[in-house]
Nanobody
Framework: QVQLVESGGGFVQAGGSLRLSCAAS????????MSWHRQAPGKQRELVATINRYGGTNYVRSVKGRFTISRDNAKNTVYLQMNSMKPEDTAVYYC????????WGQGTQVTVSS
């Protein structure tokens, strides 16, 4: 059974940085596509960034050049480095692991003040 535990959320001023971490249990991490999603109040959950098993990455346009997704297979952990943050980045951020199905973490709140 896969479990995902996110950490690293919090409060930051506009222009600041945060790094989110997502630690995965189980043996499927190294072959999984990992991703970060976010959901702002009153909005649908959106995909922010993905990283496949080979290290290939994709980003939603609004975070390109500001956010970086990475993974450490030795630690079963995926990261999201968020720089030059904006108030519109405020949301609950969720980690996702996809193999034969989707697994989700519990989410971590990120709040960016203007």
């Amino acid at each position: 059974q896969v479990q995902l535990v996110e950490s690293g959320g919090g409060f930051v001023q506009a222009g600041g940085s945060l790094r989110l971490s997502c630690a995965a249990s189980g043996s499927s991490f190294t072959i999984a596509t990992m991703s970060w999603h976010r959901q702002a109040p009153g909005k649908q959950r959106e995909l922010v960034a993905t990283i496949n098993r080979y290290g290939g990455t994709n980003y939603v346009r609004s975070v390109k050049g500001r956010f970086t997704i990475s993974r450490d297979n030795a630690k079963n952990t995926v990261y999201l480095q968020m720089n030059s943050m904006k108030p519109e980045d405020t949301a609950v951020y969720y980690c996702n692991l996809r193999v034969s199905r989707d697994y989700w973490g519990q989410g971590t709140q990120v709040t960016v003040s203007s």
